[in-house]
């Protein structure tokens, strides 16, 4: 499984960006798909996530009522919607996904496979 996360850049504060997660591989019997971010020095923190045999969504509460994780399509596996952006949600964000047993969608340790993280700098 290769999961790549794509759609970062440079945004000022109260802009939007949308984030995609493409899967190439193993895309069956998908448990749950995350994201997460990560600063310098801290550990990575749990943003949004998605069950996927019923679409239930959790977030991050830093991020509540502004982003919205969904289901993708032929493009990409998952999005992240992100609006109402502010410098504190600068960080590099990164997909995971959980196959098979359930699991805390919200924990880093759930997940088995990560994409590489796609930047995401949010100016005041």
């Known amino acids: 499984v290769q999961l790549q996360a794509s759609g970062g850049g440079l945004v000022q504060a109260g802009g939007s960006l949308r984030l995609s997660c493409a899967a190439s591989?193993?895309?069956?019997?998908?448990?749950?798909v995350g994201w997460f971010r990560q600063t310098p020095g801290k550990e990575r923190e749990f943003v949004a996530g998605?069950?996927?045999?019923?679409?239930?969504?959790f977030y991050g509460d830093s991020v509540k009522g502004r982003f919205l994780v969904s289901r993708g399509d032929a493009s990409a596996l998952v999005y992240l919607n992100m609006n109402s952006l502010k410098p504190e949600d600068t960080a590099v964000y990164f997909c995971?996904?959980?196959?098979?047993?359930?699991?805390?969608?919200?924990?880093?340790?759930?997940?088995?496979?990560w994409g590489q993280g796609t930047q995401v700098t949010v100016s005041s």
């Open positions: 998605v069950h996927w045999r019923t679409s239930t969504t």
């Open positions: 591989g193993r895309t069956f019997e998908i448990y749950g």
């Open positions: 995971a996904t959980r196959y098979g047993a359930p699991g805390d969608l919200s924990s880093v340790q759930t997940y088995e496979y």
